[in-house]
């Protein structure tokens, strides 16, 4: 079984910041990319920043310059440091990682979601 599980999610005042993680276990031979995805009340998921396991990431414009993905191979985890947080951020966050397990499936995971309110 695999496991991912999001945490640092919270209320923040506009242009202040939050650090997401997202914490991958249980039976995992390898990890390949990993992303984070957002998804506002009335909306569908959107793509918020990926990253391969060489370190390569993508960022769409409405999140460039302001959010950072990073990854720690050793304890398979994926971070997500946002910052000037709009209210427009405002959404659930949830983690995605395609991974191989050791039992030989290869297939993309997701975590529960953790809720990110930006608000005056």
């Known amino acids: 079984q695999v496991q991912l599980v999001e945490s640092g999610g919270g209320l923040v005042q506009p242009g202040g910041s939050l650090r997401l993680a997202c914490a991958a276990s249980?039976?995992?031979?390898?990890?390949?990319?990993m992303a984070w995805y957002r998804q506002a009340p009335g909306k569908g998921r959107e793509l918020v920043a990926s990253?391969?396991?060489?370190?390569?990431?993508v960022y769409p414009d409405s999140v460039k310059g302001r959010f950072t993905i990073s990854r720690d191979n050793i304890k398979n985890t994926a971070y997500l440091q946002m910052n000037s947080l709009k209210p427009e951020d405002t959404a659930v966050y949830y983690c995605?990682?395609?991974?191989?397990?050791?039992?030989?499936?290869?297939?993309?995971?997701w975590g529960q979601g953790t809720q990110v309110t930006v608000s005056s």
């Open positions: 990253i391969s396991s060489g370190g390569d990431t």
């Open positions: 249980g039976s995992i031979f390898r990890i390949d990319a």
């Open positions: 995605n990682a395609n991974l191989a397990t050791r039992d030989g499936y290869n297939r993309y995971y």
